[in-house]
């Protein structure tokens, strides 16, 4: 399977998700944001950063940059696409996902292992989990705090669209568990054709037990099942 | 021609700054501040004589970048 890994000036996940995706072995590509041609590919991974110092707002500058244009073309002829921290920012920038990252309630950068529920494991992002199973996974952000209006709050829930939840240990979704203020505790997303996933947690910084644990890789195997 | 933008957060959407602002503002005893809502403001000057083209450049540019339509508002007055 064949990835690209898109580099905005302050990116700063772009290598830790390139060596997650080679060791899940996928060839993967770096493309710079100036590019004008995406190199063939099954996946395009925007990764986390602070692209462009987060002015304006956190991925509206990336999320009107050229490479962008080739995103959303290969987005809506169905190739995969994964957005992870302030990749889902720019992708709901760019409109690609609907609703906004606002800041976090508690006004904090939030760096921590925190837990997530799977609720759609029927994804191409999801499906090695298990349905309801509780994966303990790093955030770090400053603005994950997901909104969106309640028309597509509904859809998200009938259409199944919503992949992860922040919970506690044992699987509680409420707000205690609820790290960043987040509309019903939502961590990931899908868009309705569920081919782009955006999520705050981190899966490439969980996919070696020396550094963290291994509860990222199944995101990785269940694209290439 | 010159213009003022200003961006706010909607009505029902928390503006947690805002808040830290106006704790901070009571904490210092100005007792009779009633509410604080922090936005943005932009002063863009633009290459056209002619105001109402020049006021749907300035628009353009808002519901393009500047302003993100799902949680602010914005209003444009010339300057």
Redo the contacts between chains.
């Keep these: 399977m064949k990835s690209s890994v898109i580099v905005f000036p302050g990116s700063n996940c772009d290598r830790d998700i390139a060596v997650a995706l080679e060791k899940m072995q996928f060839k993967n590509q770096m493309v710079w944001h100036k590019e004008t041609k995406l190199p063939k590919s099954d996946l395009i991974v925007i990764p986390g950063g602070f692209s462009y110092g987060d002015y ?2 956190s991925g ?1 500058i990336a999320g ?1 940059s050229q490479i962008i244009n080739e995103v959303i073309k290969a987005a809506n002829s169905g190739c995969l696409i994964l957005g992870i921290c302030n990749g889902f920012q720019i992708l709901t ?1 760019t409109g690609l996902l609907k ?2 990252l ?6 904090k950068f939030i760096n921590k292992d925190i837990q997530i529920k799977v609720i759609n494991n029927n994804s191409k992002f999801s499906n090695k989990y298990e349905k309801d199973q509780i994966l303990k996974i790093n955030i770090a952000h400053n603005e994950g705090n997901y ?3 309640s028309n597509h709050l509904d859809q998200l829930k009938k259409e199944d669209l919503i992949v992860f939840k922040y919970c506690d240990e044992k699987g509680n979704i409420n707000k205690n568990s609820n790290p960043n ?1 987040s509309l019903e505790n939502i961590a990931g997303i899908l868009n309705s054709n569920k081919n782009i996933l955006g999520m705050m947690p981190h899966p490439e910084r969980m996919v070696d037990e020396i550094i963290s644990n291994k509860d990222g890789i199944n995101l990785f195997s269940s694209l290439l099942n | 021609m010159k213009f003022s933008v200003i961006v706010t957060l909607k009505k029902d ?2 503006d ?2 805002g808040k ?1 602002v106006q704790n901070t503002l009571l904490n210092m005893g100005m007792d009779k501040l009633k509410s604080i809502r922090q936005g943005k403001h932009f002063e863009i000057e633009v290459n056209e004589n002619n105001e109402s083209i020049a006021r749907n450049k300035i628009d353009e540019m808002c519901k ?3 302003v ?1 339509l ?2 602010e508002n914005y209003k444009i007055d010339k300057i």
């Excluded at chain 1, 606002?102 to 006004?107: E, G, H, T, V």
């Design positions: 304006l707002r509206a009107k920038e609703g906004t606002l800041r976090n309630q508690n006004l909104f969106t209006d203020g | 959407v928390l947690p700054q830290v393009k970048l500047l993100n799902i949680i």
